[in-house]
């Protein structure tokens, strides 16, 4: 089992920056797992924001981030970290932490995804 806990959330203003951690924990073998941030707001489903593979080399973005934000993690710390920087009204949502053992590098499937954060609240103000 692994325990995923998410954290730097807050109220932004609109080009505002915040950094998303996501620390692991329990039996875990961190860098076994591909990781991701997603995000959902009421309404909506959960969208993939980006996912990271275990060797930190493969990346995916979704196109409205791209150029914004970042995804890294440390297999050391079990830490997944999401750099978000020029923050938008349309970003506002919670901020989830998922974890993945698909095979291959990466995957952006919402159901490839067996653990997961509890969220975090992200909204930016325009």
């Known amino acids: 089992q692994v325990q995923l806990v998410e954290s730097g959330g807050g109220l932004v203003q609109a080009g505002g920056s915040l950094r998303l951690s996501c620390a692991a924990s329990?039996?875990?073998?961190?860098?076994?797992?591909?990781m991701a941030w997603f995000r959902q707001v009421p309404g909506k489903e959960r969208e993939i924001v980006a996912a990271?593979?275990?060797?930190?080399?493969?990346?995916y973005y979704a196109d409205s981030v791209k150029g914004r934000f970042t995804i890294s993690r440390d297999n050391a710390k079990n830490t997944v970290w999401l750099q978000m920087n020029s923050l938008k009204p349309e970003d506002t949502g919670v901020y989830y932490c998922?974890?993945?053992?698909?095979?291959?590098?990466?995957?952006?499937?919402?159901?490839?995804?067996?653990?997961w954060g509890q969220g975090t609240q992200v909204t930016v103000s325009s």
């Open positions: 998922a974890a993945s053992s698909a095979l291959g590098a990466i995957t952006t499937a919402l159901d490839d995804y067996q653990y």
């Open positions: 329990g039996r875990t073998f961190f860098s076994r797992y591909v």
């Open positions: 990271l593979s275990r060797n930190n080399i493969s990346r």
